[in-house]
């Protein structure tokens, strides 16, 4: 779910050209997810191999990473390790939505009603650790490097960028700015589709969201943007009843801190606000390895895509003809980060 802020944090729409030469560390669930939820046919069914397993990611990994690439974009995918205690509620919950969702998308479906059908269907996108395996091994042999968080994925790209080793993080989830992430890119595995209908249509770009700027403009430090995020709701708690970003910020404005606001409005908040605050303000961090990036190697890619899972062959292999050429434009060189910082 991630924390909603869209309403008081401004973005910088930019091109995939702006972004040229840029290390990027990809949110690897937020996107995995993006691809489960928009590759998709009409009435909502997933693209699916000849045994039925759903490959919807995999398509999405393949042709949206050839596509970065070949605009110079250095991608790093940050895995998730293990959710912290408190998330475990808002998992629960999001298990029942996606189950109510798949009963939606069948009934729909039975009913006729196509559009009713596609929406249900991407609510119940499930990602299973078959196809976080997978996704590893594809990305893998593309070339690109996969770094496995000990909890939060984005903590760990807030770190990368902070450190200096990426430039970014990219997600649609506005938590890697509460984890102190610099720079956050919208939009990347989506730029380029097409979004509204009729003259409301419009191409998706992608945004920059740079958390400095931001908190400038806002008058508030870091602390009180986890504290209005709090107040919204996070993945660790449900936000307080009729309090959107532009209240809370209001109220963080006026009273500095939720101890305040509990202390001058008489307020009660039940929720376990320190905690949440510790799991922004101090996460667990990681020693990184070097991290390197690969020539692709196209016969495993084929193995994966093709032999395992009844992709198209010939247009794979224009799409790694395309990823060689790259590659052979940069000398095929393995590069490690210190030779872009």
């Not at 050839?66 to 110079?72: A, F, R, S, Y």
């Not at 729909?108 to 996108?125: L, T, Y």
């Not at 996704?135 to 990368?160: D, R, T, Y």
């Amino acid at each position: 779910m991630g924390t909603r802020l869209g309403d008081i944090m401004v973005a910088t729409t930019v091109t995939l050209k702006d972004l040229a030469g840029k290390t990027i560390a990809v949110d690897a669930f937020n996107t995995l997810y993006q691809f489960l939820s928009t590759i998709r046919q009409p009435d909502g069914t997933p693209l699916m191999d000849r045994e039925g397993r759903v490959t919807s990611h995999l398509s999405g990994l393949f042709y949206r990473n050839v596509n970065l690439i070949e605009h110079d974009l250095r991608l790093v995918y940050v895995f998730d390790g293990e959710a912290p205690v408190l998330k475990a509620e808002e998992v629960e919950k999001r298990r029942e939505r996606r189950e109510a969702a798949r009963l939606e998308w069948e009934r729909a479906k039975e009913e006729g009603r196509i559009e009713d059908a596609f929406k249900a269907a991407r609510a119940s996108s499930r990602l299973t650790a078959e196809m976080i395996e997978e996704s590893k091994a594809l990305l893998q042999a593309l070339g690109i490097p996969v770094v496995q968080a000990p909890s939060e994925g984005e903590a760990l790209a807030a770190q990368m960028a902070r450190e200096g080793i990426v430039w970014a993080s990219a997600s649609q989830d506005n938590d890697a700015l509460l984890y102190n992430c610099p720079r956050m890119v919208r939009n990347l595995s989506i730029s380029g589709r097409r979004r509204g209908r009729g003259a409301k249509q419009k191409t998706v770009q992608p945004e920059i969201i740079d958390l400095d700027n931001n908190l400038r403009t806002l008058g508030i430090t870091r602390e009180q943007l986890v504290d209005i995020a709090i107040l919204v709701g996070t993945d660790y708690n449900p936000g307080v009843k009729g309090v959107g970003p532009k209240t809370a910020l209001k109220l963080v404005t006026k009273y500095g801190c939720l101890e305040r606001i509990e202390e001058e409005k008489g307020l009660r908040l039940d929720i376990p606000y320190q905690k949440i605050r510790d799991i922004f303000l101090k996460p667990l961090e990681t020693e990184l390895e070097p991290i390197e990036w690969k020539r692709p190697d196209p016969e495993r890619v084929m193995e994966i895509l093709c032999d395992r899972h009844d992709f198209n062959m010939d247009r794979v292999e224009r799409a790694l003809e395309r990823l060689t050429a790259r590659a052979r434009e940069t000398d095929g060189r393995q590069s490690s980060l210190t030779e872009f910082f």
